[in-house]
């Protein structure tokens, strides 16, 4: 199982990893409940682990955590669950967690795990000889149970969203994709930097937007020869995976598919969260799926070949999620920054995958942004340039200082058409009654949706944007 959309996050471990800590905070990031099975048991049985391993013995305890895990994993509703460390020895629960859970390891080394723990009141934790062994024991079990492995609230995250960030992730992409036949469905220039380690079916969509097209589908559509079992690998930046992931949605009525993106705006932001779609000449992206991909495979070292104005719209990208945040991502080393971003949006998609309300929160610097794009006729400013000047009027209407984004950004007024942007910010299909509603900051970090401003205080923002 590769990702956590509608089941269980279960985090398994060595006792000392940090499966409470952290579950608690990941639940909070995913919106979900949190389950601390050691303490359910506690409560229910209104002893302490120390005493009930005393007074019933270990084989008694264990029956009881089999009987509490098993109910916590039966519920429907998925929530985030931190198993005890021994929870694996148990053959029933493991085959439960393949049925209910996307089950993540929280790595700890057995030296770290007994500085935290060692002597302490846990029964296992007394004698550092036997905890070690222990340790030694259980890492089998833990690597055959575990889905995914991480050490912090991203890491887990990123798993729970089913991507892996991880330099040379694209080299050994086979033994990462799921089992059965696969096609590949990829931006035709980048097949010809990039070619994927796969003996498959390939499919060339067309560069840039014109990979967004009926036309283009249909032609991968009627080329495909998966059946219902197969999955269909996605190659290339947004538009590629935009594209692909449509056509997975559709096909068959629905294929898996796994996104492989290999730009900065794909890997930070258009190959995570299931959204995907094509174009009409009416609008961009007026046709679409959530289709959640079944994996995402983020490999850094692919953003190398990146022409420097296709990475300046992916840094568009990240000064807004850097502004969400509240911290400088921006300064981040691409790899720490890639992961950062990612689990940024991982986390807001599986907490609304279907963009019923907080997912808005992505759309800092997007209403200005898409009215410059349709003014200058999808063409004249690109989304990155248009993206760097919507956070500009967005920081100015929330009051705050603008540097950041002139700094790394350097936006530019553009030259379009100032009544043409006007009418284009009414009709925002997340506008109500010809009435933009706009995210902005209360401070960096602080995200405030569906503010409706005056509107001569709106369009002197878009005219700042807009050069004479
Ligand atoms: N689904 C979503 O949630 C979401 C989010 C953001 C953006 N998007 C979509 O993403 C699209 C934009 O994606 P993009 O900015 O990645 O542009 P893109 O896919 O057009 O790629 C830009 C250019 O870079 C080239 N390229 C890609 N990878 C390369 C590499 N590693 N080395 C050298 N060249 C490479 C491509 O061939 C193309 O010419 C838009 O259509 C937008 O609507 C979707
Ligand atoms: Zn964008």
Redesign the pocket.
């Known amino acids: 199982m590769a990702h956590a959309l509608d089941r269980h996050l279960a985090l398994i471990g060595f006792m000392g990893a940090g499966k409470s800590t952290l579950g608690i905070v990941v639940a909070l990031h995913l919106g979900r409940r949190f389950v601390d099975l050691d303490r359910e048991l506690e409560r229910a049985m209104e002893e302490s682990i120390p005493e009930l391993f005393e007074k019933r013995g270990e084989a008694e305890f264990r029956v009881l955590e089999r009987e509490a895990t098993l109910r916590a994993l039966t519920n429907e509703r998925p929530a985030v669950l931190a198993l005890g460390g021994g929870a694996v020895e148990t053959p029933a629960i493991r085959k439960t967690l393949r049925e209910h859970a996307l089950t993540v390891l929280v790595e700890v080394d057995a030296e770290t795990a007994w500085t935290r723990v060692g002597g302490s009141a846990r029964p296992l934790a007394r004698d550092e000889a036997s905890f070690h062994e222990l340790f030694g024991r259980r890492e089998p079990l833990y690597a055959e149970t575990a889905d995914a492995v991480a050490r912090d609230v991203d890491g887990l995250v990123l798993a729970a969203a089913g991507i892996v960030v991880e330099e040379g992730a694209f080299g050994r992409l086979a033994e990462l994709l799921p089992s059965g036949e696969h096609e590949l469905v990829g931006?035709?220039?980048?097949l010809g930097?990039?070619r994927p380690p796969l003996e498959v079916p390939v499919h060339a969509l067309p560069?840039?937007?014109e990979?967004?097209s009926l036309g283009a589908i249909e032609t991968v559509w009627r080329g495909l020869r998966l059946d219902r079992d197969g999955t269909i690998v996605a190659l290339?930046?947004?538009?590629?995976?935009?594209a692909a992931?449509f056509v997975a949605a559709n096909y068959l009525r629905g294929v898996c598919w796994v996104a492989v993106?290999?730009?900065?705006?794909?890997q930070v932001?258009?190959?995570?969260?299931g959204?995907?779609?094509i174009?009409l000449p009416e609008g961009?992206?007026l046709v679409?799926a959530f289709h959640w991909p079944e994996l995402t495979v983020i490999d850094p070292a692919?953003?190398?070949?990146?022409?420097p104005e296709?990475r300046r719209?992916?840094m568009a990208?990240v000064v807004k999620t850097g502004l969400l945040v509240g911290e400088p991502l921006w300064e981040l080393a691409d790899a720490e920054l890639i992961r950062r971003c990612a689990a940024y949006k991982a986390a807001v998609c599986l907490r609304d995958p279907h963009e019923r309300g907080e997912r808005a929160v992505l759309n800092l610097g997007h209403t200005f942004a898409h009215a410059l794009e349709a003014a200058g006729g999808y063409g004249e400013v690109s989304?990155?340039d248009a993206v760097a000047l919507g956070l500009l009027a967005a920081l100015r209407l929330s009051d705050l200082d603008t540097t950041v984004v002139e700094e790394v950004l350097v936006p530019k007024p553009v030259r379009v058409d100032r009544d043409a942007a006007w009418a284009a910010l009414g009709r925002d299909k997340k506008g109500r009654e010809g009435k933009p509603r706009l995210v902005l900051l209360d401070a960096p970090g602080k995200p405030v949706t569906g503010v409706e401003l005056p509107d001569d205080q709106v369009r002197a923002a878009l005219n700042e944007l807009i050069a004479d």
């Open positions: 931006d035709g220039n980048v930097i990039h560069e840039g937007e990979a967004k290339g930046g947004g538009c590629a995976t935009d992931g993106p290999t730009t900065l705006v794909g932001d258009a190959a995570i969260g959204k995907t779609a174009n961009k992206n679409g692919l953003l190398q070949t990146l022409p296709v719209a992916g990208e989304h990155g």
